[in-house]
T-cell receptor, first 115, second 114 residues
Framework: GAGVSQSPSNKVTEKGKDVELRCDPI?????LYWYRQSLGQGLEFLIY????????KSGLPSDRFSAERTGGSVSTLTIQRTQQEDSAVYLC?????????????FGPGTRLTVL | AQKVTQAQTEISVVEKEDVTLDCVYE???????LFWYKQPPSGELVFLIR??????QNEISGRYSWNFQKSTSSFNFTITASQVVDSAVYFC???????????FGPGTSLSVIP
């Protein structure tokens, strides 16, 4: 498939555990975004990567959240010591470049449930 | 500050009715892009249209049309002769050229009833 893929599609974890969410962007897309969508809510921006750099980390809700991107491709969003309020769908998107002109291509999301 | 408002949380229409989804934005930039995305029940967001701040021409694509009015900071989306397959959550989004973040509105959930 040529689209953005995310894994796992569903993750159930216990409060206090760490989780890693993975995003594989479309090949060649240099820009990558993470969003959080809580039930019935809009998209909350978390972090943006251009290549392997994250010029904007302002959306990360707390220091329990971190993200990295390697090789200008795969990205991992890590949530440490998960809390129940972290339960949401985490969406990844990629776009061809940094230009504001570019639309984003979204993955199917990872549904995280923290018990 | 950037902000996108979609005042209509939920809309329900009967099939074949026309429906307009409102989007109002705030920005200090003179150059920016506006987008509409559709999120069907399956969950994956799909890009519908983009418009840059210098292009106020309305656009029509099949049953979809968009009305961009810079004077009122609005970028409204009309579906003509709605169909059940149009049922989805629709998001309006703003991206300023000076800023990498894309700001999404809260979305409008559209239900088209057969």
């Amino acid at each position: 498939g040529a689209g953005v893929s995310q894994s796992p599609s569903n993750k159930v974890t216990e409060k206090g555990k760490d989780v890693e969410l993975r995003c594989d962007p479309i090949s060649g897309h240099t820009a990558l975004y993470w969003y959080r969508q809580s039930l019935g809510q809009g998209l909350e921006f978390l972090i943006y990567f251009q290549g392997n750099s994250a010029p904007d980390k302002s959306g990360l809700p707390s220091d329990r959240f971190s993200a990295e991107r390697t090789g200008g491709s795969v990205s991992t969003l890590t949530i440490q010591r998960t809390q129940q309020e972290d339960s949401a769908v985490y969406l990844c998107a990629s776009s061809p470049g940094r230009s504001s002109y570019n639309e984003q291509f979204f993955g199917p999301g990872t549904r995280l449930t923290v018990l | 500050a950037q902000k996108v408002t979609q005042a209509q949380t939920e809309i329900s229409v009967v099939e074949k009715e026309d429906v307009t989804l409102d989007c109002v934005y705030e920005t200090r930039d003179t150059t920016y892009y506006l987008f509409w995305y559709k999120q069907p029940p399956s969950g994956e967001l799909v890009f519908l249209i983009r418009r840059n701040s210098f292009d106020e021409q309305n656009e029509i694509s099949g049953r979809y049309s968009w009305n961009f009015q810079k004077s009122t900071s609005s970028f409204n989306f009309t579906i003509t002769a709605s169909q059940v397959v149009d049922s989805a959550v629709y998001f309006c989004a703003l991206r300023e050229t000076s800023y990498d973040k894309v700001i999404f509105g809260p979305g409008t959930s559209l239900s088209v009833i057969p």
